[in-house]
């Protein structure tokens, strides 16, 4: 939908004095129901994830925590039969998906290992450093970081929480436009931040709040999930290979 000709048609539709009226008829059709849905999963999901991140369980964390992020993005959309996110496997989103990837990657790694490199210039600590279990390779890292955190956190933040947002503000503000859009992607990046705060028990994952917010616009640029999850594989592997070279 052409969010500026829907917010023109709205404009001639109502007069200015009964905006305010429009809004609190828009806010009464709210899907509360999904609010509180979204709000309960999320909570669980991530309370979940921290147990086994904790303590005798790390080690099976590793794999339950993928699992439980799934199951959580999954479960309840299947339950209201509602369509689940576009993975975006067919050729022309491929194409377009990874057009749009690579240009954020030219954009963005080259300024993170900048930001590193003056970091390590004044002689700071690197923040968020890379975690390996005893005796995990480097090369088992790499992989579980694409085929399990990549996927399993975008399917979550971005599959269902951002779209559930999406599908939420809808009711206020109507049709995918930008407004709608950058809420989605504020409201998921901050989730998906205060997510790695609560796991990881660090301030300074507060930091992923910025990757989050590539990852959310990457979503509801291309409308599908291909293009997050490749970048957040790629964007945890570069930050792997930055840290090492410049501890």
Known sequence: MNCQSSQLNITNSLPAIGSVQFFANRLKQLDVSLLIETTFITIVAISAVKLFEGGSF????????????????????????????????????????????????????????AGLWLLKSFG????LRPILLPAQSNICWLFYQFMYVAVAEEVFFRGYVQTNVLRI?????GGWCRPQQWTSIVISAAIFAVAHIVVQGQITSALTFLPGLVLGWLFVRTRSLLAPILFHGLANTCYFVMAAALA
């Not at 309840?76 to 989103?93: A, E, T």
């Not at 700071?124 to 923040?127: A, F, S």
């Not at 503000?169 to 503000?173: D, G």
């Open 169 to 173: 503000t809808n009711t206020v503000i």
């Open 58 to 113: 790390s080690r099976v964390a590793w794999l339950a925590a993928p699992a439980i992020l799934i199951a959580a993005a999954l479960i309840p959309p299947m339950v209201r039969k509602q369509k689940l996110p576009d993975i975006g496997l067919n050729v022309s989103q491929m194409k377009s998906s990874l057009t749009i990837l690579g240009r954020i990657c030219a954009a963005t790694f080259p300024t993170l290992f």
């Open 124 to 127: 700071l600590e690197l923040p």
